[in-house]
Nanobody, 127 residues
Framework: EVQLVESGGGSVWAGGSLTLSCSWT????????????LGWFRQGARGGREGVAS????????DYGDRMKDRFTISKDPAKNIIYLQMFNLQPSDTATYYC????????WGLGRYRYRGQGTQVTVFT
């Protein structure tokens, strides 16, 4: 079982930047793997879940959703259980609740289905 806590959301004008943080804690070790896939997903007003970016703790490999790589960067603190999502040139279409999610995995499986999710952090972009 993994506990995740997001922070860093807020309101910005279009063109602005934000950095989200996700602190994660393993409450109960999973028998499947000691490594985790950690991902950022967002859910806007229309309700659909959209994958933004993911990182694999095993080798640091990353994956991005369509059209995300040019304005979003995912990274992991090498010493702490924290991942970040740097967001640049934000647009109103980026307005959403951003969730940090985790899944035990053996390799970076990208933006698939994750078992554990944080409470989310709201990002609002104004024109």
């Amino acid at each position: 079982e993994v506990q995740l806590v997001e922070s860093g959301g807020g309101s910005v004008w279009a063109g602005g930047s934000l950095t989200l943080s996700c602190s994660w804690t393993v409450i109960m070790r999973d028998a499947y793997s000691d490594e985790y896939c950690l991902g950022w997903f967002r859910q806007g007003a229309r309700g659909g879940r959209e994958g933004v970016a993911s990182v694999f703790t095993g080798d640091g490999g990353t994956d991005y959703g369509d059209r995300m790589k040019d304005r979003f960067t995912i990274s992991k603190d090498p010493a702490k259980n924290i991942i970040y999502l740097q967001m640049f040139n934000l647009q109103p279409s980026d307005t959403a609740t951003y969730y940090c999610e985790a899944e035990p995995c053996l390799t970076n499986w990208g933006l698939g289905r994750y078992r554990y999710r944080g409470q989310g952090t709201q990002v609002t972009v104004f024109t």
